[in-house]
Structure formats: structure tokens, C-alpha cells
């Protein structure tokens, strides 16, 4: 098996596009700049036939300009037609302003992809906040994607005048922009290129995928001294893409691309004038710096994950989603938000080989056999885990109060305030003396004060009230200790969840043997309900909770799977396997996988 990691690697200004308002005066009428150039990716274009110069072949591939063009992606399009030479006699202009400064290693353009047209002459003027002139160049692209390479900083505000065409007679045509470039690297290039991906099947916590990756750049474009390198404008949140590209043997020329997940950067160091060493996140740990107001709930998990999750792309089970939903959530980041609803329906969140955060049951049927002959013969270990004998679980309520009470007192000074409070409270009964009320939620209010004093916030608070639930584990041995789990904080866990919480976990902490165990990676990803040969052929059946790569050094997992033993023979997997997953065919002394559409 030979392997080759690939890392796309997107270095733009991550913030620039959404703070950017793009304006022109020499634009088509149909022509939406505040929509359009606001797009993270161009969408696909018609080809459409014209009345430009040469542009409309009658081979039936082109369609009719339509009559009402207004509403569709457009991009650009000039009001102007460039001469016979492709200048135009008054170059269109696009101008962007922003509302605060940004730095970028240049502009990537996109212009008109089906009729193969751009902008083979312009030019670009930077601005600072003060209005004055930063740089300027002169670009002649050669193709519909073009860089424009200028690395710029703290810039306030661009203007593009585009003066030729690459042929003649045309409209300019600018689809889109990017505050930035888009990088790859493989082979030498990646030195190092470590992913660690990680679930927990109750979501007692949500796990953050990470990647630890090295590059060699002979330029030394990442240097921190290299005045013309780009190591000053990388940023927080830039997006990596990891593939694993695998030849299964020397004969064999098909290579297999494994998308090994999306990633942001989070740290980043120069261990030499050509090394540099980033650490990046998955969108978990995106959401661990997000902040979210809370409130309380009767609702549909699908309404609550939609607004923890709003702005960030996700795929939530249809039938999780249907489900009913209520209680209470603080303030505190979208990742602790979303780890209570997961706790409370039973669901799993896992971001790997993926850009999106996704949320499912746990399965519970199995779905792949992990033999001997996939495993390495170092790193294999089997720990016994404690008995758990029992489990406490405390259950909310939360009803609307009928007296209005002193929610906050202080002497403040004048600005604007936000005010927390340690109880939650009917957002619309909050009144506020010796300041304005500009915002209000159930957790928080922002007030307002112009005169320096005293400020009083009143209000009607939620009353709680809990319930326990106390469940015993079955078939304990005559000896167990007690050894009971408390659950006293799952604040959307109401009094009709309780039991079946108790009893996944209960049912979770039954699965008693951690395996751990280096094997040749394949198609299994976490969650995956997985039958694994273990030390004398015993076999262990559980969930896939962890794997680690390392990718340079061949497509290998470190691997944990929780679960039970099961007995030996073919008879200890009757119903283990069923149809439309990968089964298993099993006789005496043999096994054999066969695979089937994956779950995801």
C-alpha cells in the first residue's frame, strides 16, 4: 500500500467577505453586487447567448438570455461592451468598501467560466482608514480564475478599474472574489499530519476533532521574518482540507481519495525559516468559542438545534428532529448548547471526514468485523472498566412565576451594560429603572445608562423544580459495590426523559471491555457499531469511540472500541448483522466482510 497526504488549505481573510460592501455605477441593471459578490462559492452558470461579439454559437449548447434576468446570480456584468481591440473606452469600476481594516495575501477573481471571458487588463488601489492610498497594481490575467498576488495590510477599502477584455466586443463579466489564495500541498511538502477524532456515545461531552500538521515550504513563505511571506496575515479560522490518497498495492494504478475532514486553524508556529506547525479544529471546536444567550424551551429539537446551530451547516437526524424538547439552557458557548440536547434526546455529534456538523442516533446494530490480519501486532490492550451498579438522575421542570421580584441592583457609570442573571426570567416582564432597556433575553438584559447611578432591573423569574430518578443496573454480581453515576446538571432533561437517559447510560457502562489497537484504516468511521478480534479469538462487540492517523506515516488508526465480549463460535453473532449494513458471512474459524451502502 503506498499513501499520499494531500492538504488544501484555503489562505484567505476569513472575515473580509462578510464585512466587505461592493459598489459600482457601471453595472447592468439586473446586476445584485450586495448579494452576489457576497457569496463564499460561485454557484453554477447557465451559458447564455448574447449579442457580443462572436459569442452566440448556433449549436444548440447555448440558451436565450432571459427576458426578465432580475433574481439570478449575475455577479458583474458592465453596462459597456469593450471596443474591437477588447479596452474599453471607460473602464468599469469596483469599488469595496469595509468597516474595519483587513490584511490579505491578494485577490483571487473569478470571472465568467462558460463563454471562457475576463479581464485580460486591470488594475488594483489599496486604502487605508484614512483614505489614503496604500499600493497599486496592474494585473493581466490569463484565465477565468486568476490570482492577483499583493500582499496588503490593514487595508480599508479596494478599488478594481478594469480596462480590457480578452476579446473583443465583450461585457465584463466578474462572478465572484476571493480575500486571498487557495494552497496545496502533498508528498514532501507535509511533513507531518497527525487527526485525532473522537465521540462519546452519550454526549456527556462533545469531543473536538483536531489536526496537528507540519509543512515544508521552500521559499519560505511561512517564515515569520520573511517580509514577502504570508505568515502575517494568516488568521484564525482558516479552513484546511485533509485527503489521504491510497494505492492499495504497487500493481494496482487506482488511487483512492479519502476526505480525512475539515478543519480551522487555531495556532500556528515557524519552527524553521521553511517549517511551519498549525494546529486546526473541526466546526466543534468552532462552536466552543461561540457564545449563546439560552433560554427555556418547550419545543422541537429541530427549532432548538437550528438556533444553537444557526450559521454553521449541520445534518440532523429526521426523526431526532421531530422530537419534542423542553427546559432550560444558560449562557455559555453553542458547543455546551448543543452537548445538552444531545445528552437529553440521545444523540451523537461527530464532525469527521466531513465539513458539517452532524447528529444521529447511536447505531446499534453492527456493521463490520475487524480481524487479526487488520491489526498491527503493537499498541493492542483490553481494560476492564468499573461496574457502574446504578444511576441518579435529576429532572427539571420550569413554569413561569407570578411575582415580580429585584433582579439586579447596582451603581453603574454611563455606557451600555450588559447584565446577567443567576436564575432565568420572562424575557418580556423585565423592566429597568435609572436606565434603557435596548435588549432582552431570559438569561441577560443590556441597559443603557446616561446618567452615572443607581440601576434596578425587575422581573418575573421561572420556578424549577426537580425530580430524581433512581435505576439499578441488571444481573449484578452477588458482591458489587455500589457504584453509582449522578446526573445533576442536564438541564433539558424533563421528568418524561428521565428513564430512557438512565437506562442508556446504564446500558452504555454495561459495555465494560476497552479495547485499544493499531490496525490498517478502511472505511470504518466513529459510531460504527463494530465486532473485533481480540486476544484467544474472543471477540468484542461495541462502539468505535476514537481514532488516531497518522497520516504520513501510512493509512493507520490507533483505535478504541467500547463494548462486550461475546462468546465464540458463529452462533455468537446470530443477529448481530442485518440487511442493508456491511454484513458479516460467518463459519466455523472463517470471517469474511462484505461491504454494503455506508449509513453516512
Known sequence: MRTNTRVEFGLYDVTARGDSVPSSTDTRGFCDLSSDLLLDKVPALPLYGTLETRQFLMDGSYSLFPDSPSGQFWGLWSSQLSDESGRFASPPVLQIRFSKTHSSSGLM???????????????????????????????????????????????????????????????????????????????????????????????DELSINTLNLTLFNRKGDFSILNPDGVFDVLQHKQKFTVWEDVRENTRSTEIVSHNMGTFYLSDWENTSDTLASFTAVDAIGLLDSAPFNGGVYNTTVGNLVAEVLDGYEYELDAALAAESISGYLPMDTRRTALQQIAF????????????????????????????????????????????????????????????????????????????????????????????????????????????????????QKYIETTTVLQQTASNLPPNAQDNVLTVTDATLVSPDR????????????????????????????????LIVESFGGEMVRGQLEKMEFDLTGGYRADVRVTGRRLGLGADAYTGEIYAGERSLICCPGKFQSMTAPRRR
Request: charged content about 20%.
Open 498 to 529: 428521565a428513564e430512557a437517559l438512565a437506562q442508556r447510560i446504564l446500558t452504555y457502562y454495561a459495555q465494560r471491555y476497552e479495547q485499544t489497537f493499531r490496525m490498517q484504516a478502511g472505511t470504518e468511521v466513529l459510531a460504527d457499531m
Open 344 to 459: 437529553a434526546v440521545g444523540a451523537v455529534v461527530d464532525c469527521s471526514r466531513s465539513d458539517k456538523i452532524k447528529i444521529f442516533p447511536a447505531p446499534e446494530r453492527s456493521s463490520g468485523l475487524i480481524t487479526y490480519q487488520r491489526k498491527f501486532s503493537d499498541g493492542n490492550k483490553v481494560t476492564l472498566k468499573p461496574l457502574i451498579t446504578g444511576v441518579s438522575v435529576t429532572a427539571r421542570r420550569y413554569t413561569a412565576g407570578a411575582e415580580t421580584e429585584e433582579l439586579y441592583k447596582d451603581e453603574l457609570v454611563a455606557g451600555t451594560h450588559q447584565i446577567t442573571f443567576s436564575s432565568p426570567a420572562l424575557a418580556d416582564s423585565l423592566a429597568v429603572t435609572g436606565g434603557t432597556l435596548v435588549e432582552r433575553g431570559t438569561n441577560y438584559c443590556n441597559v443603557t445608562v446616561t446618567t452615572p447611578g443607581e440601576v434596578v432591573v425587575t422581573g
Open 109 to 203: 477573481l473569478h470571472f465568467y467560466a462558460p463563454t471562457e471571458d475576463w479581464a485580460s487588463e486591470l488594475t488594483i488601489q489599496w486604502y487605508g482608514s484614512d483614505g489614503g492610498l496604500l499600493t497599486t497594481a496592474v494585473f493581466t490575467p490569463d484565465a477565468v480564475d486568476y490570482y492577483c498576488a499583493r500582499k496588503v495590510e490593514n487595508y480599508r477599502s479596494i478599488v478594481l478599474t478594469f480596462t480590457a477584455t480578452n476579446r473583443p466586443g465583450r461585457y465584463l463579466k466578474l462572478s465572484g472574489l476571493d480575500y486571498g489564495k487557495f494552497l496545496t500541498f502533498e508528498g514532501a511538502e507535509v511533513v507531518e499530519a497527525h487527526i485525532l477524532e473522537e465521540i462519546n456515545p452519550l454526549s
